[in-house]
């Protein structure tokens, strides 16, 4: 940096003064250590800088005069990344960036005038080896370069602000986009997609934290959580169920204001939750719930209650209630059910062939629609399965014992026999090691089941069922539930699918979105989002994905493509108009307390002291309590997901009181694993910002299985950037640097973090036996080595006990050396910079020069220099605590900006000498950390103009309008009883394949009087009983004929008969009916479709058929299938004359 961005260069005198060291490192004093270094005059200047006893003088809170450095370190670099011309040992020159920064004008989070020096960036030590690999600066910009550009429509939310209002699952119609949450539903208006947010208290004062970048959305009363979501297009509809076993209706085109808009029709489903819904080709809604149960609510019912008006809405609920159909029920014969008792966590109507899909974990069902006979039930490998019993497999018990760790006292002959009190311990806590190592093993065995789980199930266009398991196994099944083939592109549970056209959309737990063809064969995949995708929908020209932290992006239909690099290109030139930039201090602090506890004192000289402008602060401890009994209790607790001790607590209240937690710092998580312990707490000022804490650890001792060695490490977004914190305590003795080396290895690529809380997952419907693979790449490939959760941070900072020792001097040479303050030579001993220059640990990170007395070992409770260990051992003092970081620079980058968005310095870094409850001192690090952040809001219009505007693009569209032209055998079919019907559609063009779908648009009844009443729909566009459709869709190849076959059906069998009264007489009469076929027809890539109209008039020729219940009673077998009554079976009374009397009353007020 030149002298405009604000370095500084040494005054001459200062330069006069650093001319006068010595090369060489002077002569050892053996006489006393008291004794002060000798100099020439040239060293007068200087000579209160080593005036210092260790016998005599205490020294306190210690400061780097100058930042000065020797020569020799050629890899110190200052905090600028200024290419320096080098200087002759005697004339360093040493240039440190301003706190500005460049002259970037920042906002600092309570800021106060601090002392010159201590706002003045310290010169750094940069290991080697951080260029290439895992330990590369991971790569940021503009506009991210590995994934599509994506439409933001909810921006990724802090977790911690959407506590009780989770978005659980996403559904889209043609112009919204509904979305599902802890508290009831919420809705987008397409047309506003690329609105900027309305902030805190928009809406009315509706938006709350977490939505103030989100496009502006409309939000229902509060409710239940939302399980699943239903969109019915053909009543403008949207069907939710919820947590409380109701079902709820919510009008797309209700006049909405910034009031929360209400329900429709509801009534109560099931007892417990609704877990899956769906609409089959007959307009029925069936939904799934625990324990195995499936209802049909026949769309009869439900149309009727539609109708009533809002004041008889009890009315309505109680209509649709009582006519319900428990399949379950009537496939249980003598307490033996033919379906499984599982959840029923996914129900798919296959429209093709008019069946319907229901789904456990680890078996289906297939239903025919019209009928509702059970057709098959088999399981994930594809074996048809008979019976299933009722009750539920035993837990196993052999795992659960193994979590028990016992420890079981010897007794007093054998302990009258020598055995040793470190024998017991080491025995101790081998077994605890062992118990780990068993119960992994057997966890490991029992995942092999929960991988065959059912995740995900869709239907595709060509008619075949994919399904989607933990393991990330893709398995595709033809309509009659053959395995036909299975593939496997992604190490990660699946967690959802969706379609359009010829595409399969797949989301990971891992947030990966891929893009496959109808056989299977990927296209594409990229990282979506951070977290696992828990639902993709497909609206309005885009595939639309929701993360389990709550964001929802749009990805278009042409990704990936030309339109990707134009967007891309055109929004990273409009950087400047969405970028931010803020500035946050942060104080790390890291202290072995040598299972001691601290005074008050200490505490506020170590933290308290330095907080005042401060906006975060990290505390690191180690060997907070040890001790074989703890340890392996320890393991043992970690093995069931506990954590903790009341040591810790202690600790972390304590230095709460000093940082005055709750009114002025606020904690936001720690993490303990046996001796060591992590916490944050974090400026209430500031809280707004910052949020989604994650917690993690990694043991490395006996078998990297228990934590008196490893790491605990917190994860935490700051202006959303990702900052890690990891507190370490690494193998000990001088001689283990290797061991020491290997420890940091296996921590950095094994620290997986995970939520503060498991139940925040489950809260957003993750399945809680997916697995995380974090570093797989989106292709499924593995052509690069994966990278840890750690490589992928903006920025990372290692503390903690490293226990790396100085070596190639003695005791007395060391002690000698701190007595004269010689700190520049007795780096030259230090462990971990040789290794770090070696580029063997730490690689790339970086050290500010170390000014301060070594800080390990010392006598408790002794002052001074004079406490350094002078017992049998003496120990030679070392630099064994430390605070290593990395932010985003790279060699060629230095500003901070968005292709660098973490840019740190550090303004102190210190060791409290005066400290002396332990054997270590604690170390204190102060961060200025520049962050720099894109303003979601603003890049959302940007994002928008550029789509709607940009004349490059308006090509690309143009071709997702384009639709094969086709026609149709006939638009008007005549059926008699019974009679069938061939209709052809032809795709005439000679190069793109042409999709249908045929749909019912209404159906009516033709009067005796002549009347035409207006065609009514049923639910989904369903096909009315009497009428048999099939393929109901399909692919048509270039030139090629579908040949459809529309049917009459006899609906009037047996199974609608009860006591001889017509369960469906009000709709399925004697009468000539009229329905009207939509035949849709869109290209494989198409955002458009059109339509093909057929009129089908079914001229009734049969009688009315009474049946005596007593004569119809038996019971018949079907080869493959289950006992079925011949007469419907219903878990409540059914509906009675008088019902529907009553029902006819309020359909002739509704008429008047």
């Known amino acids: 940096m030149d002298d405009e961005d604000g370095t500084r260069v040494i005054e001459d005198d200062d330069m006069e003064a650093l001319a006068g060291l010595s090369a060489v490192p002077p002569p050892r004093k053996n006489q006393s250590y008291s004794q002060q270094l000798r100099g020439t005059s040239s060293h007068k200047r200087h000579s209160q800088l080593r005036k210092h006893s260790l016998d005599d003088v205490q020294v306190v809170g210690l400061k780097s005069e100058h930042p000065f450095y020797d020569s020799s370190d050629e890899d110190f670099f200052p905090y600028s990344s200024t290419t320096t011309t080098p200087t002759t040992p005697t004339t360093p020159t040493i240039t440190t960036a301003s706190f500005a920064g460049g002259g970037d004008r920042l906002s600092m989070e309570g800021a106060a005038p601090d002392d010159f020096r201590q706002s003045q960036p310290l010169p750094e030590f940069i290991g080697s080896g951080g ?69 805190l208290g928009g809406f009315g004062g509706r938006v709350r934290r977490g939505d103030e970048d989100a496009a502006p959305f409309h939000e229902s009363v509060n409710t239940s959580p939302t399980m699943c979501l239903l969109v019915d297009c053909a009543n403008r509809l949207i069907w939710s169920g919820h947590k409380d076993g109701k079902i709820r209706s919510w009008k797309m085109d209700q006049p909405l204001d910034d009031t929360p808009f209400k329900e429709g029709l509801s009534w109560q489903a099931h007892r417990g939750p609704v877990l899956s819904m769906v609409l089959t080709s007959q307009g029925d809604l069936w939904s799934g719930a625990e324990g195995g149960v499936i209802k049909i609510w026949p769309w009869e019912s439900i149309e009727k209650s539609l109708s009533l008006k809002p004041e008889e809405k009890h009315m309505a609920a109680l209509l649709v209630e009582r006519t319900y159909i428990d399949l379950r029920s009537q496939v249980t014969v003598n307490g033996v059910c033919s379906i499984s008792s599982q959840e029923v966590k996914y129900l798919l109507s296959d429209n093709i062939r008019a069946k319907v899909w229901s789904a456990g974990p680890l078996s289906f069902s297939i239903w025919d629609a019209r009928t509702r006979e059970l057709l098959k039930v088999f399981n994930v490998d594809g074996q048809m399965e008979n019976r299933v019993e009722m009750s539920l497999p035993p837990q196993d018990q052999a795992v659960e014992d193994e979590m028990k760790v016992k420890f079981v006292s010897t007794s007093k002959k054998e302990k009258s026999q020598g055995t040793s009190f470190l024998q017991r311990s080491r025995n101790a806590i081998m077994g605890a090691a062992d118990a780990v190592r068993r119960v992994a093993t057997k966890g490991a065995g029992a995942f092999v089941e929960d991988a065959k789980k059912t995740e995900a199930l869709v239907l595709t266009v060509d008619g075949m069922i994919w399904s989607g398991c933990t393991s990330g196994l893709l398995v595709q099944w033809d309509g009659n539930g053959n395995r036909l083939h299975e593939v496997f592109h992604h190490p990660c549970s699946v967690q959802c699918f969706c379609t359009s056209g010829t595409r399969i959309y797949v989301g990971y737990v891992s947030g990966v979105v891929q893009v496959l063809d109808l056989e299977g064969n990927m296209i594409a995949g990229w990282v979506a989002h951070n977290s696992p995708v828990i639902k993709l929908a497909v609206g309005a020209g885009n595939v639309f994905s929701l993360a389990t932290h709550g964001g929802i992006r749009g990805w278009n239909f042409t990704s990936p493509g030309p339109l990707d690099n134009i967007i891309r290109s055109e929004l990273a030139g409009k950087e400047l108009t969405y970028t931010k930039r803020n500035n946050v201090r942060i104080v790390v602090g890291t202290w072995n307390v040598g299972q001691g506890r601290a005074s008050h004192d200490s505490l506020m000289s170590w933290l308290g002291s330095v907080v005042s402008d401060v906006g975060i602060v990290v505390v690191g401890l180690q060997e907070v309590e040890m001790g074989a009994g703890f340890l392996a209790m320890s393991a043992a607790k970690e ?122 997952n489950a809260a957003a419907g993750v399945s809680t036996s997916a697995h995380m693979l974090r570093g797989a790449n989106a292709g499924g490939g593995n052509s690069e080595e994966p990278r840890p959760e750690l490589s992928q941070a903006d920025m990372v900072v290692f503390l903690g006990d490293f226990n790396y020792r100085l070596f190639g001097i003695s005791y007395d040479e060391a002690r000698d050396f701190v007595s004269q303050r010689c700190f520049d030579w007795l780096r030259e001993k230090d462990q971990l910079r040789a290794e770090m220059k070696a580029g063997k640990v730490f690689q790339g990170m970086r050290e500010a020069i170390i000014r301060f007395p070594p800080t390990y070992k010392f006598e408790k409770h002794q002052a001074g220099l004079a406490g350094y260990d002078s017992g049998e051992k003496k120990r030679i003092p070392a630099w064994c605590d430390r605070i290593i970081y990395r932010d985003n620079r790279s060699a060629s980058v230095s500003d901070c900006s968005l292709e660098c968005p973490v840019v740190s310095s550090i303004l102190q870094y210190e060791a409290c000498m005066d400290v002396t409850d332990s054997d270590h001192k604690p170390v204190r690090c102060k961060f200025n950390v520049r962050i720099a952040h894109g303003d979601k809001s603003v890049r959302r219009q940007e994002f928008g103009k550029i789509f709607r505007s940009n004349e490059k693009i308006r090509p690309i569209l143009e071709k997702l309008s384009y639709v094969p032209e086709t026609i149709v055998s006939t638009n008007n079919i005549v059926l008699q009883h019974q009679d069938s019907s061939i209709l052809r559609i032809t795709n005439k063009c000679a190069k793109d394949t042409a ?18 009443p207006e065609h009514r729909p049923r639910g989904g566009f369903g096909f009315p009983r009497w009428l048999e459709v099939v393929p109901a869709a399909g692919i048509i190849n270039p030139e090629e004929c579908a040949e459809v076959s529309v049917s009459h059906k006899d609906f009037h069998n047996l199974e609608e008969f009860v006591d001889g009264i017509p369960q469906n007489w009000w709709s399925e009469d004697t009468r000539d009916k009229e329905v009207i076929l939509a035949v849709t027809v869109g290209g494989s890539c198409s955002i458009q479709t059109y339509s093909h109209r057929i009129r089908v008039h079914h001229c009734y020729s049969g009688k009315t058929m009474r049946i005596d219940s007593k004569t119809n009673s038996s019971r018949k077998n079907q080869e493959g299938s289950v006992q079925r009554s011949e007469f419907r079976q219903q878990s409540t009374s059914h509906v009675t004359v008088d019902d529907f009397q009553n029902l006819k009353i309020h359909e002739a007020r509704n008429k008047d």
Request: charged share 20%.
């Open 995 to 1012: 999709i249908y779908k045929i749909i019912c648009e209404g159906q009516l009844t033709v009067k005796e009087d002549g009347q035409t």
């Open 639 to 760: 093995t069931v997901g506990l954590e903790g001790s009341s040591v810790g607590h202690w600790w972390l209240d304590t230095i709460g009181k000093a940082l005055d937690e709750g009114s002025t710092f606020e904690r936001m998580g720690s993490r303990q694993l046996a001796g060591l312990l992590i916490s944050l707490w974090v400026k209430k000022n500031l809280r707004p910002y910052l949020g989604d804490i994650d917690v993690a650890a990694v043991p490395c001792g006996l078998g990297r299985a228990i934590g008196n060695k490893g790491g605990v490490g917190l994860r935490i977004r700051v202006y959303d950037r990702i900052m890690c914190f990891v507190n370490c305590h690494l193998a000990a003795h001088l001689e283990a640097v290797n061991r020491r080396n290997a420890d940091f290895d296996h921590i950095y690529r094994n620290m997986v973090f995970s939520r503060s809380s498991s139940l925040l």
């Open 131 to 199: 260029a290439s690999g895992i330990f590369k600066v991971p790569t940021r910009a503009p506009v991210h370069p590995g994934r599509p550009p994506c439409l933001e429509l909810r921006p990724h939310p802090l977790r911690e602000t959407q506590v009780g209002k989770f978005l659980r699952n996403i559904a889209c119609t043609e112009t919204q986009l509904w979305a599902g949450q802890e508290c009831g539903v919420r809705m987008w208006d397409f047309e506003n997609a690329y609105e900027p947010g309305c902030g």
